[in-house]
């Protein structure tokens, strides 16, 4: 089944310490990219990946990191979290940037 | 920077009428715009994509149209269901940047 899977679903960690949030696609996409959705702020863009070792930065891109070191992995890195990225994140994938999107269940982050 | 806004922000309807989701946009340099689709805790699903050059999509129930000079786009649903309770996005990709922008989305309620 095609699919974008993140993990984990939830988390709640404490201020400082690092984490990592996982993103596999199976459709060979080339886009991927990290979001973050926040109640009456929407979704946000934090970084995308036109393809494998080419990531930029979206609109809120402080305090996180990514890496594509496979065309199917795209982590999101949280090296330092605080309460201020407590947020629910979602990661998709497209095969190009102009096509359609397809996104994963969403991670539910608590940093308390 | 691109701007993205969608009216109403809640809409609550009985089974059976026809109704008009609105989504704004300020920069019309965009290769296309989608619609999405959100239900409680769970992530986005694809409705439409119209490409920058189209002026609407259709697809079951669902008409979506795309008015790129006034920065304009609407999502018609047809005979609504309460299965079609849940919340719509609309979100654009810029030309430059290659990012996406969300609106904040409409919070649909159908009642049987």
């Known amino acids: 089944e095609a699919q974008v899977t993140q993990n984990p679903r939830y988390l709640i960690t404490v201020t400082g310490k690092k984490l990592t949030v996982t993103c596999s696609q199976n459709m060979n996409h080339e886009y991927m990219s990290w979001y973050r959705q926040d109640p009456g702020l929407g979704l946000r863009q934090i970084y995308y990946?036109?393809?494998?070792?080419?990531?930029d930065k979206g609109d809120v891109p402080e305090g996180y990191k990514v890496s594509r070191k496979e065309k199917r992995n795209f982590p999101l890195i949280l090296e330092s979290p605080s309460p201020n990225q407590t947020s629910l994140y979602f990661c998709a994938s497209s095969f190009r940037h102009y096509t359609e999107a397809f996104f994963g269940q969403g991670t539910r982050l608590t940093v308390v | 920077k691109q701007e993205v806004t969608q009216i109403p922000a809640a809409l609550s309807v009985p089974e059976g009428e026809n109704l008009v989701l609105n989504c704004s946009f300020t920069?019309?340099?965009?290769?296309?715009l989608q619609w999405f689709r959100q239900d409680p805790g769970k992530g986005l699903t694809s409705l439409l994509l119209?490409?920058?050059?189209?002026r609407e999509q259709t697809s079951g129930r669902l008409n979506a149209s795309l008015d790129k000079s006034s920065g304009r786009s609407t999502l018609y649903i047809a005979a609504s269901q309460p299965g079609d309770s849940a919340t719509y996005l609309c979100a654009v990709i810029a030309w430059t940047g290659n990012q996406f922008y969300f609106g904040t989305g409409t919070s649909l309620t159908v009642i049987p």
């Open positions: 990946s036109m393809n494998v070792e080419v990531t």
């Open positions: 920069d019309s340099a965009i290769y296309n």
């Open positions: 119209i490409q920058s050059s189209q």
